[in-house]
């Protein structure tokens, strides 16, 4: 899912990264690598040509604060390829927001239309906004308003069945604007306080489908017209909102399949020329695929930075909300230990496909495919061979510690040693990133990001460093080499500011 324009912009990142300024010259290079990755990712290319000139304008121009003294008075130091990164982010960020998260309600119903092409996802994001809203608290009717296709009927009931939510369909003869109207009726009646409309697709924008649908739209009045395009459609996804913006009014798109398309340019492009905001993502098949829309965390998995708040925001569905933020807290103040670890791991198993969730992790990206759950088990393995004196205080754990560890749960002593380390270091960033106010000033400082970049993490937190260097096992040499020279600043970085501490 838009590994085209991560590749482009850690493209660029490595371009600036040592210089000591950022120049017309250096930036014009980097920006070069930006525009073919935006171009193959096929981003309509009056926003490319924009874009490119936003960035390049603020990143050569704009004073560059380098240094910053965060809350507890360290400074923070930026490198120029950072404030490069953090004007990108801003600029993707304005590009595709500001998004109003909120789905309209109208009399206490949220009723949602949802038009688009044929086979572009309508029926599958119907289902999933019920199964979404269901898990809000509502009580969500989905409507069947597609009688162009034989099966499409049956398709809704069948998902419908699948999340327990009531589909209503018309009988024989009746028309869509029949149909939705009666369900309307129908909600109102039966107490149902929202409503989806699944509307029948074409091949095209023809005159015959935007008759039917402003039928439809009248009669039921949605509070939430939503487009659906896919992925696939690419700059496609651009021409066909504004057609349909002609007729209906929209407020907003429904972008799905972008697990099945490396480019989503359409995400970038489609609210700067058609002034329609993004509201939510379609990143899967199976009905849980379905996420809101922020700019800020689809700007950050561009750049290769993983999106901690939607990852966040995961969490608190499979964990306990208030534990989390305890733990949380704790370990923003470097304060927790291995059994702190394995609960995280133990988390991340239940959030899903591993590589689902490595996807939205700071810095782990391009790792996402090649991490696997192997190396979970092989980290639990070893902190469960660990003492519980050890396991609260990993600094006991000296060779022949370690040696024991190794032989009880099958590793080799490195492989102990390793996850010390990565541990050691994971508990500092922490602890750094903690100081700017606890998790409030954490989530503060993501969007912005320059004092996180700033606060000694070259690739941001790295989640795969944890995993033993597992997840480089299948990882290409040269993303090994980069990755084993990300490490070895780390724990440079580390050791410097151990000895450091010690002095004080
Ligand atoms: N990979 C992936 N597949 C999706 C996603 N959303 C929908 N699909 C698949 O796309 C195909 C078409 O989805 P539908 O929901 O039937 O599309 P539709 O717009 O209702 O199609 P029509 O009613 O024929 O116009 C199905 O095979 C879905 O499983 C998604 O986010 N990711
Ligand atoms: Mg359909």
Same mark, same amino acid.
């Given at each position: 899912?838009?590994?085209?324009l991560?590749?482009?912009?850690?493209?660029?990142?490595?371009?600036?990264?040592?210089?000591?300024?950022?120049?017309?010259?250096?930036?014009?290079?980097?920006?070069?690598?930006?525009?073919?990755?935006l171009?193959?990712a096929?981003v309509?290319?009056?926003v490319?040509?924009?874009?490119?000139?936003?960035?390049?304008?603020?990143?050569?121009?704009?004073?560059?604060?380098?240094?910053?003294?965060?809350?507890?008075?360290?400074?923070?130091?930026? *490198?120029?390829?950072?404030?490069?990164?953090?004007?990108?982010?801003?600029?993707l960020?304005?590009l595709m927001?500001?998004?109003?998260?909120?789905?309209?309600?109208?009399?206490?119903?949220?009723?949602?239309?949802?038009?688009?092409?044929?086979?572009?996802?309508?029926?599958?994001?119907?289902?999933?906004?019920?199964?979404?809203?269901?898990?809000?608290?509502?009580?969500?009717?989905?409507?069947?308003?597609?009688?162009?296709?034989?099966?499409?009927?049956?398709?809704?009931?069948?998902?419908?069945?699948?999340?327990?939510?009531?589909?209503?369909?018309?009988?024989?003869?009746?028309?869509?604007?029949?149909?939705?109207?009666?369900?309307?009726?129908?909600?109102?009646?039966?107490?149902?306080?929202?409503?989806?409309?699944?509307?029948?697709?074409?091949?095209?924008?023809?005159?015959?489908?935007?008759?039917?649908?402003?039928?439809?739209?009248?009669?039921?009045?949605?509070?939430?017209?939503?487009?659906?395009?896919?992925?696939?459609?690419?700059?496609?996804?651009?021409?066909?909102?504004?057609?349909?913006?002609?007729?209906?009014?929209?407020?907003?798109?429904?972008?799905?399949?972008?697990?099945?398309?490396?480019?989503?340019g359409a995400a970038l492009a489609v609210?700067a020329?058609?002034?329609?905001?993004?509201?939510?993502?379609?990143?899967?098949? *199976?009905?849980?695929?379905?996420?809101?829309?922020?700019?800020?965390?689809?700007?950050?998995?561009?750049?290769?930075?993983?999106?901690?708040?939607?990852?966040?925001?995961?969490?608190?569905?499979?964990?306990?909300?208030?534990?989390?933020?305890?733990?949380?807290?704790?370990?923003?103040?470097?304060?927790?230990?291995?059994?702190?670890?394995?609960?995280?791991?133990?988390?991340?198993?239940?959030?899903?496909?591993?590589?689902?969730?490595?996807?939205?992790?700071?810095?782990?990206?391009?790792?996402?495919?090649?991490?696997?759950?192997?190396?979970?088990?092989?980290?639990?393995?070893?902190?469960?061979?660990?003492?519980?004196?050890?396991?609260?205080?990993?600094?006991?754990?000296?060779?022949?510690?370690?040696?024991?560890?190794?032989?009880?749960?099958?590793?080799?002593?490195?492989?102990?040693?390793?996850?010390?380390?990565?541990?050691?270091?994971?508990?500092?960033?922490?602890?750094?990133?903690?100081?700017?106010?606890?998790?409030?000033?954490?989530?503060?400082?993501?969007?912005?990001?320059?004092?996180?970049?700033?606060?000694?993490?070259?690739?941001?937190?790295?989640?795969?460093?944890?995993?033993?260097?597992?997840?480089?096992?299948?990882?290409?040499?040269?993303?090994?080499?980069?990755?084993?020279?990300?490490?070895?600043?780390?724990?440079?970085?580390?050791?410097?500011?151990?000895?450091?501490?010690?002095?004080?």
């Amino acid at each position: 899912m838009l590994e085209t324009l991560t590749r482009g912009f850690q493209g660029a990142r490595d371009r600036l990264s040592g210089v000591r300024s950022l120049t017309d010259e250096n930036v014009g290079e980097a920006l070069r690598e930006v525009r073919a990755s935006l171009l193959e990712a096929d981003v309509d290319f009056a926003v490319v040509k924009d874009f490119l000139a936003r960035v390049k304008e603020r990143a050569v121009g704009e004073k560059v604060a380098t240094r910053v003294r965060d809350a507890s008075g360290k400074t923070l130091r930026a *490198t120029p390829g950072q404030h490069f990164i953090k004007v990108c982010e801003e600029e993707l960020v304005a590009l595709m927001g500001p998004v109003d998260p909120e789905l309209g309600r109208d009399a206490g119903v949220t009723s949602i239309m949802l038009v688009g092409l044929q086979g572009v996802g309508k029926t599958t994001v119907a289902a999933k906004l019920a199964n979404h809203l269901k898990r809000e608290g509502m009580r969500p009717l989905l409507v069947a308003a597609d009688v162009q296709r034989p099966a499409a009927v049956l398709q809704l009931q069948q998902l419908g069945e699948r999340i327990e939510v009531a589909v209503h369909a018309g009988g024989p003869g009746d028309t869509p604007p029949i149909i939705c109207a009666a369900a309307r009726e129908r909600a109102g009646r039966e107490g149902f306080n929202a409503v989806v409309y699944d509307t029948a697709g074409r091949l095209a924008v023809d005159e015959e489908l935007m008759v039917e649908l402003g039928e439809i739209a009248e009669r039921t009045r949605p509070a939430n017209t939503l487009l659906v395009c896919d992925a696939l459609m690419g700059r496609d996804a651009v021409n066909v909102a504004g057609a349909f913006a002609e007729r209906l009014s929209l407020d907003g798109l429904v972008l799905t399949k972008l697990d099945g398309d490396a480019r989503g340019g359409a995400a970038l492009a489609v609210k700067a020329v058609t002034g329609v905001p993004i509201k939510f993502l379609g990143t899967g098949e *199976t009905v849980d695929r379905l996420e809101p829309f922020r700019p800020e965390g689809l700007a950050s998995r561009i750049l290769g930075m993983g999106d901690v708040v939607g990852l966040v925001r995961d969490f608190e569905q499979v964990v306990d909300e208030r534990e989390a933020e305890a733990d949380a807290e704790r370990m923003l103040r470097g304060n927790f230990g291995m059994d702190d670890l394995l609960k995280q791991l133990r988390m991340v198993q239940k959030l899903g496909p591993l590589g689902d969730v490595m996807a939205k992790m700071p810095g782990m990206g391009g790792l996402a495919d090649q991490v696997d759950e192997g190396d979970i088990v092989r980290v639990e393995a070893m902190i469960q061979s660990m003492t519980r004196q050890e396991r609260s205080k990993p600094d006991l754990i000296d060779p022949s510690r370690a040696g024991r560890i190794a032989r009880g749960s099958g590793r080799a002593p490195k492989d102990v040693t390793d996850l010390v380390e990565r541990f050691m270091q994971m508990r500092q960033i922490m602890g750094s990133l903690g100081k700017g106010g606890g998790l409030g000033g954490l989530m503060g400082k993501i969007p912005g990001m320059g004092q996180m970049a700033g606060a000694g993490m070259p690739g941001g937190l790295d989640p795969a460093a944890m995993l033993g260097g597992g997840g480089a096992r299948q990882a290409k040499p040269a993303q090994l080499a980069q990755q084993r020279g990300r490490a070895r600043k780390k724990r440079k970085a580390a050791k410097k500011a151990r000895r450091k501490g010690r002095r004080k």
